[in-house]
């Protein structure tokens, strides 16, 4: 277990519904990262979220939309969703000591992933 | 484009010592070096990191040139669960991009 939590772990929906994918960040950790990792495909980054801020973008789709929360978890949005949507979701999470003006290094911790299929 | 560059796949015997390369010869001074890697659609699972001093830690041991512009991670004992997709990674606050990383296969 590594700390992070994601929900739900499988999930099989429909092209054009919309669903929420949930992922709990490790105990101390402010920052959540989304990433998006299709069939034998490398990780894509989506988003960075920093204590409630958007932090970072990658190539997040204008049809996803993630937020972080006061509790510092994180919800990532995906909206009518089509076949190539299918994917694992995974959120990571980290300190951030750069950005909690401590400097040093990021380490993220991941976690097991949410995988999606669209019929 | 990632910052990395890493060999595609890599095979080794059971046992043997595992020399995973990566170049990043674009590096900054004050980034580091990370490696991770993913066992089969499981999350990324962080191994070890550095800035300019050799790393050993219980998995791994990772050495970077003096130069800083390339590293090796080296498995002293492979064994076949070591099979995996190794990902060297030099990120930014603004960049927290994964490259294409190395299949190392663990062969018995």
């Known amino acids: 277990d590594s700390g992070v939590t994601q929900t739900p772990k499988h999930l099989i929906t429909a092209t054009g519904q919309r669903v929420t994918l949930r992922c709990s960040p490790r105990?101390?950790?402010?920052?959540v990262y989304w990433y998006q990792q299709s069939l034998d495909q490398g990780l894509q980054f989506l988003i960075q979220y920093y204590n409630g801020e958007e932090r970072a973008k990658g190539n997040i789709l204008e049809r996803f939309s993630a937020q972080q929360f006061p509790d510092l978890h994180s919800e990532l949005n995906l909206s009518s969703l089509e076949l190539g949507d299918s994917a694992l979701y995974f959120c990571?999470?980290?300190?951030?000591?750069?950005?909690?003006?401590?400097?040093?290094?990021?380490?993220?911790?991941f976690g097991a992933g949410s995988r999606l299929t669209v019929l | 484009d990632a910052k990395t560059t890493q060999p595609p796949s890599m095979d080794c015997a059971e046992g043997r010592a595992a020399n995973l390369p990566c170049n990043h010869s674009?590096?900054?001074?004050?980034?580091?070096v990370y490696w991770y890697r993913q066992i089969h659609s499981q999350g990324p699972q962080y191994i070890i990191h550095?800035?300019?001093n050799n790393e050993t830690n219980e998995m791994a041991s990772l050495i970077i040139t003096e130069d800083r512009k390339s590293s090796t991670l080296i498995l002293p004992h492979a064994t076949l669960r070591d099979t995996a997709v190794y990902y060297c990674i030099v990120w930014n606050n603004n960049d927290m991009r994964f490259g294409a990383g190395t299949r190392l296969t663990v062969k018995p």
């Open positions: 105990s101390g950790d402010l920052s």
């Open positions: 990571a999470s980290s300190l951030d000591p750069g950005l909690a003006g401590l400097g040093g290094a990021n380490v993220l911790t």
């Open positions: 674009t590096i900054s001074g004050n980034e580091y």
């Open positions: 550095g800035l300019k």
